[in-house]
């Protein structure tokens, strides 16, 4: 991650561009392929910029670049972040699919769908189905909570990160 943000700062200040990192950063998150991808959604922001004279933020670029994150969005399917986060946990799919409510599964039940609704462009109710039937509003709760033990727990924010980040590989 780290190296893509060097890259993108070089090649931004190559093009006489003042790229502000946070932007640089959600670019990074966002774009996983490859360089040439990641190049293009920097012209794409610098175009923008200096068109219509707005400087660049992380709000601009998702307005920017919100077809091409549409089509990375695409990529990742519920079953294959369930079956990363099922790695990751060390449990089975089916345990996220499961009616258990030990903590052992919730949690990363929990994360799991939260990492769903930000990584992708599926419904709250696609993503209950996805989940073993479950409701919309669980769907809700499971994000509201996943943001609130990211905010109290380190460990769980650790999690959240390392699942995305295996996702963008």
Known sequence: M????AILLVKAGLEGFDLPEDVAFFICENIRSNV???EGALRKII???RFTGVSPS????KECLKDLLSLQSRTLTTASIQKTVA????IRV??????????????????????????TTYSLPEIGDSFGGRDHTTVIHAC??????????????????????????
């Open 2 to 5: 780290e190296t893509s943000v």
């Open 36 to 38: 040439r991808e990641l």
């Open 47 to 49: 175009a923008t910029s």
């Open 58 to 61: 992380v709000d601009m670029a």
């Open 87 to 90: 790695e990751y946990f060390n």
């Open 94 to 119: 089916s345990d996220l699919h499961s009616k258990k409510r030990s903590r052992s599964i919730t949690r990363p039940r929990q994360l799991a769908m939260a990492v769903t609704k930000e990584l």
């Open 144 to 169: 509201k909570k996943i943001a609130e033990l990211r905010n109290n727990d380190v460990s769980v924010d650790e999690d959240y990160k390392n699942v995305i980040r295996l996702l963008s590989l």
